[in-house]
């Protein structure tokens, strides 16, 4: 019942895909004659940037995750009531579908636009869905179509934006296959604190605030991740040297 922001993990963006690593993450073929391992180590002023660029990823899943799992557990509890199990059930297979297929077409776009351009408008518009998804509620328009639809909407528009940052995260680290299992493993260790955090309070939160603020939270916090990706992302792709 997690509608939305899909869990962590890598995706390069490019023609041939193969899986890279756990979660949806998919990853660029290797030529079998490149060499990454014996690449010289970046300069230090370049080592820098890299790491502040994953410093400002991370900042922005802290924020984007802990936010997500408030409408996460939003979502069931005004679906319920608004078109019952039934509806809501069908809702979930509608958005696990369309993410197959919005998967296929969000690596496109990774092929045709820079990644920080994808996070930032990937982000703005989930904002935007999720604004809709607010006022919905609000003002007592929930229904099998404004569920289900904003709910596809707000799940691809998300995954999207992982696309976006793990080409940025691959290109920060320059490719190093041990440093992005560590950004890996951060993001899921992002993931999971949020998760815990939403388990011991997020409940108590959305019960409080209801299920229109809750979103209106989370449009919020995207709009605050929008800025964050603007400001360290590199505005154009950085690609890895050949072996």
């Known amino acids: 019942d997690n ?11 490019g023609p041939g895909r193969q899986t890279l690593t756990r979660g949806m993450a998919q990853g660029r073929q290797v030529p079998e004659n490149a060499n990454l391992m014996s690449l010289a180590p970046p300069p230090a002023a370049e080592d820098k940037a890299g790491k502040r660029v994953i410093r400002g990823l991370s900042l922005a899943r802290v924020i984007s995750n802990s936010a997500y799992m408030l409408q996460a557990i939003a979502f069931p509890m005004m679906a319920m009531a608004a078109v019952g199990a039934p509806a809501f059930a069908a809702i979930g297979v509608a958005v696990s579908a369309a993410g197959i297929l919005l998967a296929f077409a969000n690596g496109a776009l990774a092929d045709k636009l820079s990644p920080r351009s ?3 408008g990937g982000s703005v518009l989930a904002a935007g869905a999720a604004a809709a998804m ?5 003002i007592g328009v929930l229904n099998l ?3 289900g639809g904003l709910a596809v ?3 691809g528009l998300l995954q999207a934006v992982v696309v976006g940052e793990s080409s ?3 290109q920060a680290v320059h490719g190093d296959p041990k440093r992005i299992q560590a950004v890996v493993s951060r993001f899921d260790l992002i993931f999971s604190a949020a998760g815990v955090a939403a388990s011991l309070a997020g409940g108590f939160a959305v019960a409080a605030i209801g299920p229109a603020w809750a979103f209106s939270i989370f449009a919020a916090a995207q709009i605050a991740v929008a800025f964050v990706y603007f400001r360290t992302a590199p505005g154009a792709d950085v690609l890895l040297p050949p072996g």
């Open 145 to 147: 179509w404004t569920l």
């Open 118 to 120: 994808i996070m930032v």
């Open 168 to 170: 940025v995260a691959v």
């Open 3 to 13: 509608i939305g922001q899909p869990r962590p993990g890598l995706w390069l963006p």
């Open 153 to 155: 909407a707000l799940n």
């Open 134 to 138: 607010a006022s919905a509620a609000a």
